[in-house]
């Protein structure tokens, strides 16, 4: 019983296999959080290090809880403040943290394929937190596992994507874990915000249409609008966004069923989402972040065992 | 059904029975009426025996409420990195304290000692026990890693390093018996 993989780079590496092994692991963890010392002493001989090339308060938050409640000596990285910039190199400030003998990498960047390069270039395992444009691995874990905690399972649900597709790497990675598990999948957004090709590239449906996408889906998850990451206008306002794009109370009960609203966080409330959907009963906001933390438990035993890692 | 090559037959599915038994009359004998008893069983195999004792139990003590749970002891193993490989772990049910209580841990086979020092870490998670007893169906004696006994025992048995003790259970394998296989 082991993953497939030695690192954690992308959803795109694992198998079916893999992510149902990390959903059994992560379900029994999840219990140990339930405790009244959640806390198991399995990793307590290794040392992680999550390296922040970028700003974040989930994921990091969950992977340092993931890290201490597996027993595991954590040490925090963050890009501003560092020497990174006083012109040190990615490859020479991690093999710097390495040396001082930190077992494992959970690393999030801003720029695409970053962990991958690091990956060839170091010896420990390696959790991508997110790679630029990319891929959010364990964010899809927990939102497939979210989805089957809540439906009883994702094989044939309909899930929709919904908003900026083009600069999400939740989005990427959320379609690959769910089309490996067997859900159908639709992207919906401006097209401006829908990359050409991707129905065929990575087999899903598209939509230019917020209404006829949720009438469809089971289960909507929602993105944020990643300004930081569009470099021209790609739509004219945040405004005119929200009015076509944004889901909110009335859209939802235009429909003719009740469907599962999920969001990744972090909510720009108002124009993605509106306040009283996203704090409604039938949001599971909150349960995917609790969920992130088993999950990421999960891959980090997983991961974690002190095996010689070549590549 | 089994791999390897049973050797031989250590307890029928008849002498299981009475085994159970006897260690379930063991167990009303010094707890009488399970006021401060809890039950805990040992994932994965050790469930299967626990839930026969429970439902002896039961029938032995009508109306009385025992406490009883299962336990996963995956994450407190002291070989997660050695190359047996990783253990994929099982459910633990456990909705009570174990604080100030009577804990009677249950497992089918007792070897090493190593999953049971596993379970009392595990245990302790749950609340600090007045006192923490150990029922097995077999004891592989002379093989203890650990200072370890059991303080009820099926059946005491002496077997090689090479041998494996199976205890097969009707509701998992189809028939109830304990053999010795190689």
Redesign the interface.
Known sequence: MSLSVKHLLGIRDLTRQDIELIFQTADQLKEVLQRPIKKVPTLRDTTIVNVFFENSTRTRISFELAEKRLGADVVNFSASGSSVSKGETLIDTVNNILSMKVDMVVMRHSATGAPHFLSKHINVPIVNAGDGINEHPTQALLDAFSIREKLGGVEGKKVAICGDIMHSRVALSNIYCLKKLGAEVTVVGPPTLIPKHIAQALDVNVSYDIKEALAWCDVANVLRIQLERQNMPLFSSLREYSLAYGVNRQLLDSLQKEIVIMHPGPINRGVELSSDVADSGQSIILDQVENGVATRMAVLYLLARKEPVFN | MLKHFVLKSILTDRQLAITIDRLSHQLVENHLEFKDTVLIGLQPRGIYLSDRIYHNLKKLLPGTHIAYGKL?I????DD??SDK????????DINF?VENKRVVLIDDVLYTGRTIRSAM??ML???RPAAVELLVLIDRRFSRELPIQSDYTGKTIDAIITERVKVLWKERDGKDEVVLIA
């Open positions: 996963d995956t994450f407190y193993r997660y990195k490989g990783l253990q994929a772990p099982n459910e633990t304290s870490d595990a998670d749950f609340g």
